[in-house]
């Protein structure tokens, strides 16, 4: 009897030391793949959900997550449509697990292909920077600038760095 019973609390022994095992290597792994997320993906994961952002100016924006991309994301609120570059977000609230990793299309599509995009559609914009907020019309894209024209049949527009932009949005 005393031999079954050693026997049994060796097998239970080496089940709870094979369970922590097992346990310490799932433990190390969901670490692994948390130090691998990309804030963009957290906030791709949230797409069809409320979201607000706090952006570098202190200005605080919420909307619906409609896409995003790892360089922006497009919120939605009613009609408004805000774009902002990720480099603006300070903190976002609330994420959620990671999403799935973007596509090549997804990956390459910079900010300048959404401006372009509401350039083409002759849509009225404000676009905040870290020095002021303007309203006008897009009239051109460049790779690191935007042309803001301010009203209609006014023939100077104003160059702003797509480095200062911290939001634009639909009016």
Same mark, same amino acid.
């Given at each position: 009897m005393r031999w079954?019973?050693?026997?049994?609390?060796?097998?239970?022994? =080496?089940? @709870?030391? +094979?369970?922590a095992q097992d346990d310490a290597l799932v433990?190390?792994?969901?670490?692994?793949?948390?130090?691998?997320?990309?804030? @963009?993906d957290r906030i791709r994961a949230r797409r069809g959900h409320e979201v607000r952002f706090r952006l570098r100016t202190g +200005?605080?924006?919420?909307?619906?997550?409609?896409? @995003?991309?790892?360089?922006?994301?497009? =919120?939605? +609120?009613?009609d408004?449509?805000? =774009?902002?570059? =990720?480099?603006?977000?300070?903190?976002?609230?609330?994420l959620g697990p990671v999403a799935?990793?973007?596509?090549?299309?997804e990956r390459r599509l910079g900010m300048s292909h959404v401006l372009r995009a509401l350039a083409r559609e002759g849509a009225r914009?404000?676009?905040?920077c870290e020095g002021g907020s303007y309203t006008g019309w897009l009239?051109?894209?460049g790779a690191d600038h935007v042309d803001l024209r301010s009203a209609a049949g006014e023939p100077?527009?104003?160059?702003?760095a797509l480095r200062s932009v911290v939001l634009v949005s639909t009016v």
């Open positions: 079954e019973a050693l026997f049994e609390d060796l097998e239970g022994q =080496l089940s @709870a030391a +094979e369970r433990a190390e792994l969901t670490e692994a793949e948390v130090g691998t997320t990309a804030f @963009a +200005e605080d924006v919420a909307g619906v997550v409609l896409d @995003a991309a790892p360089q922006w994301v497009l =919120l939605g +609120e009613a408004r449509r805000t =774009l902002c570059p =990720l480099t603006s977000v300070q903190a976002a609230w609330p799935p990793e973007p596509g090549a299309v914009v404000r676009v905040a009239t051109r894209v100077v527009s104003l160059t702003l």
